[in-house]
């Protein structure tokens, strides 16, 4: 019998590569999107493609408005930084939303507890990260030490894992991985601030490190990022 998974899929790169990483290690697929108030909400029509292609068990849209607290540019009238060197990604940008992946995270343990699933996989990246603190190694570590101490199957005696197979990669290290499970990046969605025809725009923080990290991996983008 397989071992089942919630695998955390926004539809983009990283989370692609991950369910992709998750069917190779012969795991049942959960596959999990949160709608979350994004504004890019075109990952939303990829993420139903890419699982479908991927055949998951099951894939779950979840509706929770977190633009409804702001504060962030993704779900708030805050502009997008655009054209920013990775230098200046160091710093934790506007594009932060509050505990998203301890909000995503969270929903994630209960799926899984109620599927009896003992694995999540997440596409956090502590490299290529744009200073986001929820990617970090030890906000991972410090999560799965608490999805064991609150939940009926962590206290009887099962673990719980929390997956993090990208997060020592770079994004050009991350692609090549991708490609080599055969991973098809022209039908993911990375950008913040999409055209209205959904091809990225090329200059926010998501464009650049995903152009940079073709470049590095000397391979060729599949998305349109012209006018």
């Not at 990604?89 to 301890?102: D, F, G, K, L």
């Not at 909000?103 to 209960?110: H, I, K, M, Q």
């Not at 064991?148 to 050009?172: D, F």
């Not at 959904?198 to 012209?226: M, Q």
Request: overall charge positive; hydrophobic content about 35%.
């Amino acid at each position: 019998m397989k071992k089942r998974a919630v695998i955390l899929f926004s539809g983009g790169l990283d989370s692609t590569t991950c369910l992709a990483l998750a069917k190779k290690n012969n795991y049942e697929l959960f596959a999990l999107t949160i709608n979350y108030g994004q504004r890019h909400n075109f990952e939303l029509k990829a993420s139903k493609i890419i699982a479908n292609l991927y055949k998951v068990k099951k894939h779950s849209i979840l509706n929770i408005n977190l633009a409804k607290f702001g504060g962030s540019a993704l779900t708030d009238d805050i502009e997008i930084p655009k054209n920013r060197s990775e230098n200046e990604m160091s710093n934790i940008p506007v594009t932060y939303v509050p505990a998203r992946n301890t909000v995503f995270l969270s929903l994630a343990l209960a799926w899984a507890e109620s599927l009896k699933a003992y694995n999540i996989f997440i596409g956090v990246n502590s490299l290529d990260y744009s200073g986001y603190p929820d990617c970090r190694p030890e906000f991972i570590k410090s999560f799965e030490k608490t999805a064991n101490l609150a939940t009926k199957i962590g206290v009887e005696g099962e673990k719980i894992s929390i997956h993090t197979p990208l997060i020592n990669l770079t994004k050009g290290e991350i692609i090549q991985l991708g490609l080599s499970l055969g991973v098809n990046y022209g039908l993911t969605s990375t950008c913040y601030d999409p055209k209205t025809n959904g091809n990225p725009c090329g200059s926010c923080d998501a464009c650049i490190l995903r152009i940079n990290g073709f470049n590095s991996a000397s391979e060729k983008d599949p998305l349109d990022y012209s006018n």
